[in-house]
């Protein structure tokens, strides 16, 4: 190789170096070039002039480019690019550097498909990595081979790809002129600190919580015993009031966080269990609720517990064979009081669990139907929740299956229920009976019988006596039901 030649050849090493360089330069220059900017709702062209004044950049932008477009900056002693990303966001403008210009032009209206990898420090694909166009809805799911692909709304120039993953940092890639991207992320580094479950399961470090968060220690709880625990957390907690309840050992607690705050009287606060919102809410059949929880029932009434219980009162042990529960009606045909020669089906009348609730002197007790009455039982069931203090609902929920009638006769049986004042609705208010519905003509009470199969021997030659001792028992409440109601 001639000297001539070597010449040639390091003048153009020279030239690409300076080239490379000016480039660097450029970039380097644009990103290190810090400005101050704090504009707000002002044109483009306002902008632009205050970057030319604190760099040594000028801006030449397309005929087409609108520099009025009304922008907001507001940076302070922060890289250049950063001014003008913000000067763009929003508008149809994109920039590109060229030497000491700042080029401006409309950017194409065309979304553009961009494709990438997202690996780990070693060069492992992150698989389901989440990939978003920063400000967008606009995302992918990395596959398993940590690639993705996605269509960039436009401008596409300007858009920012954003990508996160589970003890990852994120990492912001701008688009630019690229369509083929390859992303590390790096571990975060991020010590464990303590977490919080707040509402609807979320954690979040203690300290990025806005509100205010207050622990208990367990240690601070077992120090003092109470049959109660609610009881050891009395002034533990700032702005929780406790009042413990006044009948003794084991009485329930009402729990009120920083005062009454809910005009529907509800302010008991909501625990949460392992994720599960514990309203005090207890659901039971009529056995669960008549018969074998009665107890229970009873010394929770009694002791004022802030709780709903619903009696969802179809009139057998269901669920184990149709056997008879205390709520059973009298006659009925079940698989333990089967009418024959020996008995005539349950011996003894419903026992009114209704009226025995109201004698626990509680605040809120009612009757409703679980269908056919939508208003009453939604209504009801507010009052119940927003009542503090223990309240009782009682349910009627005819079994087609246990009661021998189609399903499709649900709402008339139901219908029929109330129309015969075998089932009235009424609730019971701080002791204060109120009727909630009055039939205009009350039906006879067989009309109600004969719809259902296990009063079907009520209808057999002889047996007219216990239709008529029925009707008596029913006749005789309702007259007792209305004197209570002051009607
Ligand atoms: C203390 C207790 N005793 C007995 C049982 C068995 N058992 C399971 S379901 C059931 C019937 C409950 O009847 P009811 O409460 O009327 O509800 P339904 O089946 O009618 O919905 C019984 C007795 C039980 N679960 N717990």
């Known amino acids: 190789m001639n000297k001539k030649r070597i010449q040639q050849i390091k003048c153009l090493f020279t030239l690409f170096f300076v080239v490379c360089a000016s480039f660097y330069a450029t970039r380097s220059y644009a990103q290190n070039t810090a400005v101050t900017i704090r504009l707000s709702g002002v044109s483009m062209e306002r902008v632009m002039n205050e970057i030319e004044n604190q760099t040594n950049y000028l801006f030449l932008s397309n005929k087409d480019v609108d520099i009025n477009s009304v922008v907001s900056v507001d940076v302070e002693a922060r890289p250049l690019s950063e001014a003008l990303a913000q000067m763009v966001r929003g508008t149809d403008v994109v920039y590109r550097f060229d030497g000491k210009y700042i080029l401006l032009s409309k950017a194409d209206r065309r979304p553009v498909t961009v494709k990438g990898v997202v690996t780990d420090a070693d060069g492992a694909p992150v698989i389901g990595a989440s990939v978003i166009v920063k400000g967008t809805t606009v995302g992918a799911s990395t596959n398993t081979d940590g690639s993705f692909s996605l269509q960039v709304p436009p401008p596409a120039e300007n858009a920012v790809l954003t990508v996160t993953y589970l003890g990852y940092e994120p990492v912001d890639v701008t688009v630019g002129s690229r369509t083929d991207f390859r992303i590390t992320l790096r571990d975060s580094a991020v010590a464990v600190e303590n977490v919080v479950v707040t509402a609807l399961g979320i954690k979040r470090q203690e300290k990025a919580l806005s509100y205010n968060v207050q622990q208990v220690k367990s240690e601070e709880l077992t120090t003092v015993k109470d049959a109660n625990f609610m009881n050891s957390l009395v002034g533990k ?251």
């Open 237 to 487: 907690v700032a702005g929780v009031q406790i009042n413990s309840g006044a009948s003794g050992p084991g009485a329930s607690a009402r729990v009120v966080m920083r005062g009454e705050k809910s005009i529907e009287k509800g302010n008991n606060v909501l625990y949460v269990i392992d994720g599960i919102p514990m309203y005090n809410h207890s659901f039971g059949g009529d056995g669960g609720t008549y018969d074998i929880g009665f107890q229970s029932l009873s010394g929770a009434m009694e002791r004022g517990h802030d709780m709903v219980y619903v009696c969802y009162d179809n009139e057998a042990y269901m669920n184990t064979g149709i056997q008879r529960s205390s709520s059973t009606p009298h006659f009925a045909d079940t698989t333990t009081t089967p009418q024959g020669t020996v008995i005539p089906g349950k011996m003894q009348q419903k026992k009114n669990l209704t009226k025995i609730m109201v004698a626990h002197g509680i605040p809120y007790v009612a009757q409703t139907t679980f269908i056919g009455n939508f208003k009453d039982i939604t209504e009801k069931a507010h009052k119940a929740i927003y009542t503090p203090g223990a309240a009782f609902l009682n349910v009627m929920a005819p079994c087609p299956r246990g009661w021998r009638y189609p399903s499709e006769k649900l709402m008339e049986v139901t219908k029929m229920a109330v129309e015969t004042c075998v089932w009235p609705l009424y609730e019971v208010v701080e002791g204060k009976y109120i009727l909630s519905y009055k039939p205009k003509n009350k039906l006879p009470v067989e009309e109600y019988l004969k719809m259902q199969g296990r009063f079907a021997h009520m209808f057999k030659p002889g047996n007219e006596w216990m239709i008529e001792e029925v009707q008596k028992e029913v006749d005789k409440n309702w007259e007792e039901l209305l004197k209570l109601c002051e009607l």
